[in-house]
């Protein structure tokens, strides 16, 4: 089989792939709890997949403390886990925590650019919505540069298409930018890929959504994706 | 296009008589008067009621003022939508003037979308722009624009001037029949007793077999309970 006899893969997706990459991908989030539901809109065909997760951060994070020591890459203690486990440092870490933000994420289909989108919300324990400043702050700063670079390439408040609520959204414009390459690697050597798992191993991470490895490694999950 | 001339300028000059209250709950240093307005039903309320804000907050402490908000009968309004489609969704069965309630405290956070300036309602409103023509022609349209254009596509709707808009918006309204029109129409659904946004599907203005679609086709197929089995009209 000849690479170059090969179709150019498309990036887009339709509403029947994205439905069945993403019942895959529950099957394996049920395999491993990573915590993904199927929200379905009452008396439709329509939903998304959804998921909400804590994360710890320093307070700093939540109000402008000029004389913070946090340097900004470990505004979120992602290794709380570890230092509870050594006393010492457990005890000095668990003094750092001064706050629990709930992300919540939803996954939906856009039917005008056929692709996938990341919606989500994120509020303190009590209730409290985070501001846009906020959430940027939690944006991990090796990912602020890029999200700056196009004024519809970036993060804003929009209404959920489903729910009707205000959420946050990462804008979809590039995906076909970091698919397109993604998927002809797939296809050139012949191996199966999930559009879901791909994408939001890419998306997902800039607002510290993490698509644990063994999506990727899963056979079972994945598709042959047809050229168009 | 050009025979239309008419119906696109009786489109964007529709105005609405509104009429904008204080809400009782705002500390006030004396009374307000209400404030009396015209507003373009194609503009955003958050674009054209600078002057509201203006009248109100001289009778109010600076310290009592957040982010403004406007309520019609208990239901903040979206200011993302068009002033023409809330109007027509929450107000269009009672009389004019459009009672409106002006609030700036207490900000629903469930229920609106923030404003902090007049460049958050430019990138929604471009936004909308590039997903219509996303569906119309791929995107290729509004891509192949310059900034400029689309700057100039902005402005027309932020200073009301219908030529400046219309000069760039009828390239995106090219229709070229020899490659079947419009891939999709751009349209939207709303509906007041839904939690649901709105309805948007993908619809091609030709049927498979040639035979150009109206709206009563679209309807039929995307939204049947609109159309009473008669053939008729069901009130919005």
Known sequence: ???????????????????LCCQLFLQHSETIKDG????????????FMKKTLLIPVKSSVLHEQPESSVQDEDMVTDNIQANVEDETAGVQAVCEIHAVLRYEYHVLYSFSYQIPVLYFRASALDGQPLSLEEVWRNVHLNYRQRLQQG?????????????????FMLHPCRTEEFMK????LAQAENKRVNYIVTWLSVVGPVIRLDVPLSYSTESDISLHYAAK | MADDKDVLRDVWFG?????????????TEREAEPYYLLLPRVSYLTLVTDKV??????????????EMWLEYEGTPLKWHYPIGVLFDLHASNTALPWNVTVHFKNFPEDDLLHCASNSVIEAHFMSCIKEADALKHKGQVINDMQKKDHKQLWMGLQNDKFDQFWAM??????????????????????QTMSDRPFIQKLFRPVSPEGHTLTLGDLLKELFPAAICAE???HQR
């Open chain 2, 231 to 233: 053939g008729g009209w």
């Open chain 2, 15 to 27: 105005r609405i008589p509104a009429c904008f209250t204080l809400s009782p709950e705002e500390t």
């Open chain 2, 169 to 190: 918006n009828r390239k995106l309204m090219e229709y070229p029949t020899e490659e079947g029109g419009f891939r999709y129409i751009p349209f939207r659904i709303y």
């Open chain 1, 151 to 167: 004024p519809w390439d970036t993060l804003t408040q929009q209404e959920h298409p489903l729910l009707g609520q205000p959420f």
């Open chain 2, 53 to 66: 804000k203006k009248h109100f907050l001289r009778v109010m402490k600076a310290e009592d003022v957040e």
């Open chain 1, 1 to 19: 089989m000849m690479a170059a006899e090969r179709n150019p893969v498309s990036c887009y997706l339709d509403e029947r792939t994205f439905r």
């Open chain 1, 181 to 184: 390459p993604a998927l002809d």
């Open chain 1, 36 to 47: 993904w539901s199927w929200e379905q809109i009452k008396g439709t065909d329509e939903g």
